[in-house]
């Protein structure tokens, strides 16, 4: 006989409008801050409306330059205390060209999508 499911279990979805509100404050703060960062988008779930409970925010962070390696970069752009995980993404726009001139699917697919803060 199978066991009855728990009434006690609640799943809680974030609220985009807060989520999006928190991530623009943080993108302007950052552009203030860093004067290389020329622009940051929102893509991913977030993005597109079909975020769950376990999802986080997928930042593209464009740099104007770096001589920096791509996963050196990662940890100096990660935001504290916002109400979702977030996974960074900072590229130089040069970068960004470099993979766009590749064709690379999967910058084409994040271009698509990308909700510049």
């Given at each position: 006989?199978?066991?009855?499911?728990?009434?006690?279990?609640?799943?809680?979805?974030?609220?985009?409008?807060?989520?999006?509100?928190?991530?623009?404050?943080?993108?302007?703060?950052?552009?203030?801050?860093?004067?290389?960062?020329?622009?940051?988008?929102?893509?991913?779930?977030?993005?597109?409306?079909?975020?769950?409970?376990?999802?986080?925010?997928?930042?593209?962070?464009?740099?104007?330059?770096?001589?920096?390696?791509?996963?050196?970069?990662?940890?100096?752009?990660?935001?504290?205390?916002?109400?979702?995980?977030?996974?960074?993404?900072?590229?130089?726009i040069?970068?960004?060209?470099?993979?766009?001139?590749d064709?690379?699917?999967?910058?084409?697919?994040?271009l698509?999508?990308?909700?510049?803060?």
């Amino acid at each position: 006989m199978r066991d009855r499911s728990s009434n006690s279990v609640k799943v809680f979805f974030a609220d985009k409008e807060r989520v999006l509100r928190e991530l623009r404050a943080w993108a302007a703060d950052l552009k203030l801050r860093r004067p290389e960062v020329a622009k940051v988008g929102l893509f991913g779930s977030y993005a597109t409306g079909t975020y769950g409970p376990r999802s986080d925010a997928d930042l593209l962070i464009l740099l104007r330059a770096s001589d920096k390696l791509f996963r050196d970069r990662i940890p100096e752009f990660l935001p504290a205390r916002l109400s979702v995980p977030c996974d960074v993404f900072p590229y130089t726009i040069a970068e960004i060209e470099n993979l766009r001139r590749d064709e690379s699917p999967w910058i084409k697919h994040i271009l698509k999508e990308v909700l510049w803060l």
